[in-house]
């Protein structure tokens, strides 16, 4: 083995991101919503670009929220969610509505966040909860996808995202 050919981590969220279209939109959205940066894409991944040029690449969902979450502009939740109703992306239905993340280690209740955009694609809303929950205020955040076929809740606790929690499917 040399090394040369890259090395692609696993990602528990390449379900709900996975795609050009998908990817496109979240990094609109997250160029929109912080400053100093600009974030593309490339195939399988994602592209953070500096006013000065400087540029790193990311193929995991996670990582690329590490990056641009120091340059977030928005000062709360509300203005996040504001922003999220007010952003036109991708609208193409979800391909993966059945997927389920990780299962997270509950022990005590969140508040949940970003209700006003509940119609939001599931990929702006996880891009969305991803970077409030690495820089916004507050220790424990929740946020709810009711609408796909395997509906659940996301839950973050110190900056992390620990998982989701099934919700009951909604009735036909």
């Given amino acids: 083995m040399c090394g040369a050919c890259a ?11 996975s795609g050009p279209i998908r990817r496109a939109s979240i990094g ?13 894409t490339f195939p399988g991944g994602w592209t ?3 006013q ?4 790193r690449t990311t193929s995991n969902f996670d ?17 996040l969610d504001a922003a999220l109703v007010e952003y036109r992306g991708s609208a193409r239905a979800e391909e993966f509505s ?12 969140s508040a949940v966040v970003l209700v006003r955009s509940g119609a939001a ?4 809303r996880l891009a969305a909860f ?11 955040a929740a946020v709810e996808f009711p609408h796909r076929l395997a509906p659940f809740t996301m839950v973050a606790v110190d900056g992390t995202i620990l998982g989701s929690v099934p919700l009951p499917a909604p009735a036909p």
Avoid: N, Q
């Fill in 130 to 140: 991803g970077l409030g929950v690495r820089a916004l205020e507050g220790h424990s």
């Fill in 63 to 79: 990582e690329l929220l590490d990056l641009v979450a120091p340059h977030c502009a928005v000062p709360g939740w509300e203005a």
């Fill in 48 to 50: 953070v670009t500096r």
């Fill in 28 to 40: 609109r959205f997250l160029t929109g919503v912080c400053r100093g940066i600009k974030v593309g």
């Fill in 121 to 124: 694609p599931t990929h702006l």
């Fill in 7 to 17: 090395r692609i981590a696993p990602d528990w969220a390449g379900p709900m991101v």
């Fill in 52 to 55: 000065t040029g400087a540029a």
């Fill in 98 to 109: 059945d997927y389920l993340p990780p299962p997270a280690d509950v022990r005590s209740a």
